[in-house]
């Protein structure tokens, strides 16, 4: 039969069906589709509620259902800790267990982002943190125009130092600088750093502030392993003001606790050096001045302790004489200052290879 030829018996539809017939059958077809759509998605296997980003390219993102606080484990922590991760607030394992580390990290965020005072900050994030996280661009340098590829912000009132790469965070961790107060103690001085140019460790007593001075420097030395200076006990110290270093500590608080230096968390320590090189500029941003208003500034100068004395009694006999040496020292009151009030803001995470210091 001809295709273009119908059966005699065939019996036309109604004009005003055929003129609506085109329409009906894309209609039907319009259902079929969503109906398609709505049964594959029933079938992933994923029953936790979904929320739809919608910044830069679509995303689905599961939604935080509780809040998550240290001692906390679950699958809803390990995608916290990714996310961290991948905005540069290095949490250490991606384990879903909400650890000290962790905790850390979201103090980070709460400072930087979310704009939390640091004396507020809860070591939580609610589901609404959770979906601010999820943007891009939350931190961007506040020199953006550094005359070194690489550069490291420090925000005292904060509490946190950026690593930049190219102006993007390759790492924003929780600091502890310098609490302000004075202090008065005995030392030791390993060979090299700054006070003993001898070659054996040196022990003295010595006075200083415990001061984080504000300006911009740039990294010129490092050491590897365990130092010991005038400032305290170092891990990996990398130095940009004198004896003021960045460097791993025992004990990094939400609060100053230091010398002077800056102390960061010990798996940060582990690789800091590889993301920093010699020269890269380091901006201190005190809340009070811009850091090119203070210029450079060195530490304050530390002093003999005036307590730490040394008395010498001597006995003689004809074949030799002894000299005997006692040590009186001073012991150190630890207090916290309040923090300055915080300032300001600061960028997308790419995790770019760094040079190394020499």
């Not at 959770?130 to 943007?135: A, F, P, R, V």
């Not at 750093?193 to 415990?210: D, F, H, I, M």
């Amino acid at each position: 039969m001809p295709t273009d030829q119908f059966p005699s018996d065939f019996e036309a539809a109604p004009s005003h069906v055929r003129r609506w017939w085109p329409a009906g059958v894309a209609a039907a077809l319009l259902v079929g589709v969503v109906a398609f759509g709505a049964t594959s998605d029933g079938d992933n296997g994923d029953s936790s509620p979904t929320t739809t980003i919608a910044s830069g390219p679509t995303t689905t993102v599961p939604t935080l259902t509780r809040t998550l606080k240290a001692g906390v484990q679950g699958p809803d922590v390990r995608r916290l800790q990714q996310r961290l991760k991948d905005l540069a607030f290095d949490p250490n394992l991606i384990d879903g267990d909400f650890g000290y580390n962790t905790t850390q990290s979201v103090w980070a965020f709460e400072k930087l982002v979310l704009k939390t005072p640091r004396k507020k900050v809860t070591g939580s994030i609610k589901p609404e943190s959770w979906q601010l996280m999820q943007q891009d661009n939350l931190i961007v340098p506040r020199r953006p125009q550094a005359p070194t590829e690489s550069h490291v912000e420090i925000y005292l009132p904060e509490q946190v130092m950026v690593v930049f790469k190219k102006g993007k965070p390759i790492l924003v961790t929780h600091i502890s600088t310098g609490t302000g107060e004075d202090w008065c103690e005995e030392v030791t001085i390993d060979p090299g750093e700054q006070g003993n140019p001898g070659t054996e460790p040196l022990k003295k007593g010595v006075c200083g502030k415990a001061v984080t001075p504000g300006g911009f420097y740039y990294f010129y030395n490092r050491k590897s392993g365990t130092r010991q200076s005038k400032l305290g006990t170092m891990w990996n110290p990398v130095y940009f003001n004198g004896g003021i270093a960045v460097h791993r500590a025992a004990q990094v608080p939400h609060a100053p606790a230091s010398h002077g230096c800056v102390r960061i968390p010990m798996h940060v320590s582990e690789y800091f050096q590889t993301l920093v090189a010699y020269g890269d500029r380091v901006y201190v941003f005190d809340g009070v001045k811009e850091p090119e208003q203070y210029g450079a500034p060195v530490p304050p100068a530390d002093k003999p302790d005036p307590n730490y004395t040394t008395t010498t009694t001597s006995s003689t006999s004809t074949t030799s004489t002894v000299v005997k040496t006692t040590t009186t020292v001073k012991q150190k009151t630890t207090t916290t200052l309040p923090a300055p009030v915080p300032t300001a803001t600061t960028s997308t995470v790419a995790q770019v290879p760094a040079s190394s210091l020499p």
